[in-house]
């Protein structure tokens, strides 16, 4: 997905600094001028051939210049570790595993829940339990935690994504599983919280309201600067992304202050081990 992006937002740069239109450039690949607009956007495929055509147009003549975009349109298409679960990962969440997992930095609020990539295995079982109104076949379950547990993976490689992560009280109250299961996981966040590449926070209750009134979102940073932040915002049925520099800059400026107003890593440490104590 990211080398998608990152391909057509080179793509789109080579196009408009050569001054053709989306229509001239379709027509030059025998597309429309909406797929060439969905391909600077990252959200298709890429053919090599077709971009082979389209650096021909824009004036990119040079091997050296043309191999490394070449090169991304044919690792675009190779598909990422999570495909292999793709009978229990929603087509719309395959986006966002693998933008989670090319990211370099996760600002989350989560409210309903624990994050999934600081939740237990068997408190990861007991949310996806829970969250089907119908009985959900034991493989199944088994698999999509097994999902969960293979994304966490990120924080823990050699050069980790960081991450941000300010949870609301009631995602610290809200029992799902047993009570050992609980405490396990209290104790699994506050070991976690002491990893330098994680940053954890608590918004109590006593603070009342606060700016992230319109629910849980997570904020996606990337190494490369040619792909902007995106937000992403998670449905019953789907899911939204917001990559608008405008919308993105609304969703930060919330984080910023729900940090500067919750707990403090090590208050949320100790604030953590006192509710372990009144399960």
Same mark, same amino acid.
């Given at each position: ?9 080179? %793509? ?12 001239? #450039?379709?027509?030059? +690949? ?5 797929? +060439? ?68 930095? +996760? ?14 295995? #068997? ?24 999902? !969960? ?13 960081? %991450? ?5 009280? #009631? ?9 050992? +299961? ?75 202050? %729900? ?9 949320? !440490? ?10």
């Amino acid at each position: 997905m990211v080398r998608r992006i990152l391909l057509g937002s080179q %793509l789109r740069r080579l196009r408009e600094g050569q001054g053709v239109t989306r229509e001239a #450039a379709g027509y030059a +690949i025998r597309a429309s001028e909406s797929k +060439i607009s969905r391909m600077e956007l990252g959200r298709v495929s890429f053919k090599a051939r077709d971009v082979a055509d389209l650096l021909t147009l824009y004036g990119v003549t040079e091997d050296s210049e043309r191999e490394p975009l070449l090169n991304l349109a044919r690792e675009s298409s190779i598909a990422g570790w999570w495909h292999s679960y793709s009978d229990v990962l929603p087509s719309w969440f395959q986006t966002y595993v693998g933008l989670e997992g090319a990211a370099c930095g +996760i600002d989350t609020y989560e409210v309903q829940f624990v994050h999934g990539l600081l939740q237990t295995e #068997a408190y990861a079982h007991a949310v996806v339990s829970s969250g089907h109104r119908e009985q959900v076949p034991e493989d199944e379950v088994d698999r999509r935690v097994a999902l !969960r547990l293979e994304r966490q993976k990120l924080l823990f490689k050699e050069n980790p994504a960081t %991450l941000t992560c300010v949870l609301d009280e #009631a995602t610290l109250r809200r029992p799902f599983g047993s009570h050992a +299961i609980m405490d396990a996981q209290l104790e699994h966040l506050a070991e976690l919280s002491e990893l330098p590449n994680i940053n954890l926070q608590v918004t109590t209750f006593e603070l009342g309201g606060h700016p992230a009134e319109s629910g849980a979102f997570t904020v996606l940073r990337f190494p490369e600067p040619e792909i902007s932040d995106v937000v992403y915002l998670e449905q019953l049925t789907g899911s939204l992304y917001l990559d608008k520099a405008e919308e993105v800059n609304q969703y930060e400026g919330v984080m910023r202050r %729900l940090t500067e107003n919750s707990l403090s890593p090590e208050e949320t !440490r100790t604030y953590l081990h006192k509710i372990r104590q009144q399960y």
